[in-house]
């Protein structure tokens, strides 16, 4: 027993001496109840809302003045026609837009009903759903304000239409999350594992002395990998299509032309790691901790990124697949064209030259 305690003492002494393995042991548990804690918010929280107001009476303003002070609504814009909602919905910034009918407090008054429509983007279902429940529950708490001590109630009478998903799919969100996920993981994990095992191998040395320059080396090994996440790319897309009805409503060639800029933003990241990583061991703990937890849980692909705290959405802002999920958004559901994803577009393309430059810098040659 003495031998066995000795050989335990050595084997406590040998984990707390190993950096890597304490920040595995306690740092990786710390972070992932932090960010679950403060990402798993399902309350609303400064929803951007439009108004279209055709009566323009009292009572209009004080529902508006009520919905805004709730704190889960923030109005933004004001339309003066109908046929606005669908240009704004196709911004992305507004998500809900309550249209109030013409007379709408004398009807209330004297007709005991007045009627209200909520139109909202319904490219997110989930988030959809809870936002109209949030404003049907701030319209009938109104209605039990309105009808304190009078003999013949009125009523607020509401009426929903959601735009881009109007059955409410659940799958028209997770296609495009889903695509964003596993380009980035496969395309980046791959890349970064196989030129680690160059290095692991040695074979990297024979690489280096060779006649190809940086560049070479890096695009022969990263071009496989590319045509295989576009073939990826073009299976999750066609089971979207044709197996879960997913619908593609805008250019099916910009589609493909973002997917392909995407797929060389990971396989430029797969490099970076590789640049940093010593072995492939170490290339897929940094591949799988540095990009599976945050393309999930802030790229706003489960998780509406407006309810996290500050911190998280600042840190929202680098994470890739955040930008690609709202291209394929935009592009998919709601039919857009370039003039609405040229600045996520350009955010991916900075990326990309960012993270290649400096793979560059740091894919030293040894020279004899």
Do not use: C
């Not at 009918?101 to 009627?115: R, T, V, Y």
């Not at 295989?228 to 299509?241: H, P, R, T």
């Amino acid at each position: 027993m003495n031998r066995f305690f000795g050989f335990l003492k050595k084997e406590f002494y040998h984990i707390f001496r190993d950096k890597r393995s304490m920040l595995i042991l306690f740092g990786m548990p710390i972070v992932q109840i932090m960010l679950f804690g403060y990402v798993i918010n399902t309350d609303l929280k400064d929803v951007k809302m439009a108004v279209l107001d055709h009566s323009k009476d009292e009572y209009t303003a004080e529902i508006i003045n009520k919905i805004t002070s709730s704190g889960y609504f923030q109005l933004t814009e004001n339309l003066q026609h109908l046929d606005q909602a669908d240009a704004v919905f196709r911004k992305g910034e507004v998500k809900l837009i309550l249209v109030f009918e013409p007379d709408f407090g004398k009807n209330l008054i004297k007709n005991s009903n007045g009627n209200v429509q909520i139109l909202t983007d319904a490219s997110d279902p989930n988030t959809a759903n809870l936002e109209v429940n949030y404003l049907q529950g701030i319209l009938q708490n109104y209605n039990v304000e309105i009808n304190e001590g009078r003999p013949v109630p009125s009523s607020v009478q509401v009426k929903s239409r959601m735009y881009f998903n109007s059955n409410l799919e659940s799958v028209f969100m997770f296609i495009p999350g889903i695509m964003a996920t596993i380009l980035m993981l496969v395309s980046a994990m791959m890349t970064s594992i196989s030129i680690a095992r160059e290095k692991e191998l040695g074979t990297m040395e024979i690489l280096l002395v060779s006649p190809l320059n940086p560049l070479q080396i890096i695009l022969g090994k990263v071009t496989p990998y590319l045509a295989l996440s576009f073939i990826n790319a073009l299976v999750i897309i066609g089971m979207g299509y044709f197996v879960f009805g997913v619908p593609i409503l805008g250019s099916f060639v910009l589609l493909m032309a973002e997917s392909i800029l995407f797929i060389f933003l990971a396989l430029s990241i797969g490099i970076f790691i590789s640049t940093v990583a010593k072995s492939q061991q170490v290339a897929m703990m940094l591949s799988m901790f540095v990009l599976m937890l945050p393309t999930i849980i802030l790229s706003g692909f489960i998780f509406p990124i407006r309810n996290m705290p500050v911190p998280l959405q600042v840190i929202s802002h680098i994470i890739p697949p955040k930008y690609f999920i709202i291209i394929l958004k935009n592009i998919m559901l709601k039919g857009v064209g370039f003039e609405y994803v040229w600045k996520e577009t350009l955010v991916l393309f900075g990326m990309t030259i960012g993270f290649i430059v400096l793979s560059l810098k740091k894919f030293k040659v040894r020279l004899q």
